[in-house]
């Protein structure tokens, strides 16, 4: 999986992605999207799913959401999807805050 960089303006309110998992190759039919500081590690509560607009998978970030931006900060995007008995988790990439 390459992973994306994006870069955003702290204050924004706006759509990550596309974003895309696959699992075996295909597609997944969900999954959950979450933001941590730097290399920070996933956290268990801290989990949404995205929306899908536009013809893909995207999720709302920044001013007013539940993954506000600091500017100067840089976010890991974690992906993960319930494939059971497996729930992988996958870094999708980074988004930085100016």
């Known amino acids: ?25 295909a597609p997944a039919a969900s999954f959950e999207v979450q933001l941590a500081l730097s290399d920070a590690r996933p956290t268990s509560g801290a989990w949404e799913a995205p929306e899908y607009v536009d013809g893909g998978w995207r999720l ?14 840089k976010y890991t995007v974690y992906l993960r999807t319930a494939d059971s008995p497996e729930v992988p988790i996958y870094r999708a990439g980074y988004v930085r805050a100016t």
Do not use: K, N, R
């Open 1 to 25: 999986m390459a992973l994306e960089e994006w870069s955003l303006v702290a204050e924004t309110t706006e759509y990550l992605g596309p974003l895309t998992m696959t699992l075996d190759g």
């Open 60 to 73: 709302l970030i920044g001013s007013g959401t539940s993954f506000p931006l600091v500017p100067g900060e």
